[in-house]
């Protein structure tokens, strides 16, 4: 698509074989997704050489960034008119500019056996990583472990996500993942390296690649329903000074974090763990209003 | 009397506060409520809750029941020209009818739905975005059309569109509150950032007509000063949008009928000096809603037009 004014607007794909649609895996749909850019970049890497080594089965599509407009002038959402795709499948090729690039995506990613993306979180946090999976009626949550990460994640949608990808993909007959690898913005670490191995066992697993990499935690995910997570909220507002972090195991009563006041540095409060688990959501702000949910214990 | 409908603290020495004017005379309950400042960069409504304030307060005798003000439902974004709520993903309009147990905006989402719950009438006033200049309107979701339509029709707007029910929309204030039997009416018109006095008087007019007929308001407006709408129904809405990327030019007015094939304008490149598309009318009607913002991408919205 030609731009006003910038260079012309391009979605690329990388496809590994020709013929069947075993596999699409989207990236950045969002300016800020640059942990999930770079996990594709790795994945288009390895899959060329395997592809080179005969090792992978025709019909995988990365598609590492849907929105390189946003990400190269550090918008979150389409620079525009600041509407989210990720809202707005399944698309219409004669709708609204963002609607356009939904349809124009939603085809070519359309029909595939399996389907993966890269996704983040309307609220700001860091999370266990963990496969989520909108709840229409077509999830399979078996298939959804063998990526074996620590979760798999149900959630009811809302109205409002009824235009998400992963509930499109899935009324439209293809196996939907949206997979969490932590955060956004950083590319170094060992979870972010994880969640490439992930990917390739999943792959593996259902019989795309004939590769195997033993060097991430393979885990015996656990099934649950989003409405299991129990929420820790701060009734107070001010400096949040977190001592427990996502994927950290916690003890009921054990002080999570301390709420700090801003003018004369006492702690106003101690947030203690609720319940014995682990932390599947973490705030990852040090402001707080009053009644956030800064943790969600698994 | 002004009331805090919503308080929570910020992190630093500041309340978050959703105020209401509470203006009660008479001894009837009717209750009617003006909503606006979901989107903030849309801010027609801010003149009709100053203006329906003063008229209602300096006309107290002719008040019977109550009306509540409410000008702005995102004060945050209001003062840092922000549509959306700062520091919140989702469009507060998408996020009804709330959740006690979710983000500050959920909440507070929450809590207005069960101010708002048992009004006799609920007028939620939009001014469309910065892009788009719409002529003043109400809009009106085709299953609730038999109840309202009759109520818009009292508004002093020049049309009424009747919608195509979108599972996404039931997430909006008015789908809400009109779940839970509280007849509620969204009122577009004008342009975001701009106030309109014109348009702003002309809904002024309809909300006391209106009031009038609820018997809130003891005073009827001169017949002939309200207008009488056109109502389109049954998806005869054309939508243009852009075919090219470039700067659309325009020398037309919003609220006009237009012929098939009438030009409403083009899409330039101020760098070549090329029309990269001249845009016509694709259908004979009434042009309701005609592009503001010269900037345009593929697939931008132009205009709308109501077919004759």
């Not at chain 1, 409060?269 to 800064?294: C, D, Y």
């Not at chain 2, 509150?177 to 809904?203: A, F, K, Q």
Request: proline share 5%; with cysteine; net charge negative.
């Amino acid at each position: 698509m030609e731009s006003p004014f910038r260079d012309t607007f391009r979605i690329q794909g990388f496809r590994f074989g020709e013929g069947e649609k075993s596999l699409a895996l989207v990236g950045a749909m969002r300016g800020n997704e640059i942990q999930q850019q770079y996990i594709c970049s790795q994945v288009v890497n390895r899959l060329a050489t395997l592809e080179k080594e005969g090792r992978l089965v025709p019909g995988i599509l990365v598609v590492p960034s849907v929105n390189p407009f946003s990400m190269n002038i550090e918008k979150r959402f389409w620079a525009m008119d600041n509407t989210d795709i990720n809202r707005m499948f399944p698309g219409y090729d004669r709708g609204e500019t963002t609607q356009r690039i939904a349809a124009a995506l939603f085809e070519a990613i359309q029909g595939y056996t399996y389907g993966i993306q890269l996704a983040s979180f309307y609220i700001p946090g860091d999370f266990v990583p963990h496969v989520r999976i909108t709840q229409t009626g077509y999830e399979d949550t078996a298939t959804a472990a063998l990526f074996g990460l620590p979760f798999v994640c149900l959630y009811k949608p809302l109205p409002f996500d009824t235009t998400l990808l992963n509930y499109n993909w899935q009324i439209w007959n293809t196996k939907a993942f949206s997979l969490y690898s932590g955060g956004n913005d950083t590319v170094e670490g060992k979870d972010v390296a994880d969640c490439v191995h992930t990917i390739f066992r999943f792959m593996h697993r259902t019989g795309l690649i004939d590769y195997t990499d033993y060097s991430s935690p393979d885990y015996n995910s656990r099934l649950l329903d989003e409405e299991e997570l129990v929420s820790v909220r701060t009734p107070v507002s001010g400096i949040l000074y977190k001592m427990k972090h996502a994927c950290d195991v916690v003890k009921k009563g054990e002080v999570m974090a301390s709420v700090i006041d801003p003018y004369y540095g006492h702690v106003l409060m101690e947030i203690q763990a609720p319940t014995n688990g682990v932390v599947f959501f973490a705030h990852n702000k040090s402001l707080v209003l009053q009644n956030t949910v800064v943790y969600k214990i698994a | 009397m002004i009331k805090t409908v919503v308080s929570t603290a910020l992190p630093v020495d500041e309340r978050l506060l959703i105020k209401k004017n509470v203006i009660n005379h008479g001894n009837q309950n009717k209750r009617i409520c003006i909503v606006t400042g979901t989107h903030d960069d849309e801010l027609e409504g801010q003149y009709v809750c100053f203006r329906l304030n003063q008229i209602i307060q300096q006309n107290l005798e002719k008040l019977n029941g109550t009306v509540e003000i409410y000008p702005a439902l995102n004060p945050l974004g209001i003062d840092s020209i922000t549509r959306g709520i700062p520091g919140f993903d989702l469009d507060m309009n998408r996020i009804f009818p709330g959740n006690p147990d979710g983000t500050m905006a959920e909440q507070a989402a929450y809590t207005l739905i069960r101010d708002l719950q048992g009004a006799d009438m609920v007028i939620d006033i939009h001014s469309s975005n910065i892009f788009l200049r719409e002529i003043p309107q109400v809009r009106i979701n085709v299953n609730t059309a038999d109840t309202l339509v009759p109520y818009a029709k009292l508004l002093d707007v020049d049309f009424i569109w009747v919608h195509e029910a979108a599972t996404v929309l039931e997430a909006t204030l008015a789908h809400s509150l009109n779940s839970l039997d509280t007849p509620t009416l969204v009122v577009e018109m004008g342009v975001g950032m701009r106030i309109n006095h014109g348009y702003g008087n002309w809904l002024v007019n309809g909300i006391l007509n209106l009031m009038h007929t609820l018997g809130i308001w003891a005073e009827a407006p001169e017949a002939n000063s309200i207008s009488t709408p056109v109502v389109s129904a049954g998806n005869r809405v054309s939508f243009l949008n852009a075919d090219a990327s470039g700067v659309f030019l325009t020398e037309i007015k919003n609220n006009m009928i237009v012929e098939k094939g009438e030009k409403i304008g083009e899409i330039v490149s101020p760098l070549t000096g090329e029309v990269f598309q001249t845009v016509e009318a694709p259908t004979r009607g009434l042009l309701f809603t005609l592009r503001a913002y010269p900037i345009v991408y593929q697939g931008s919205l132009l205009a709308r037009i109501h077919q004759f």
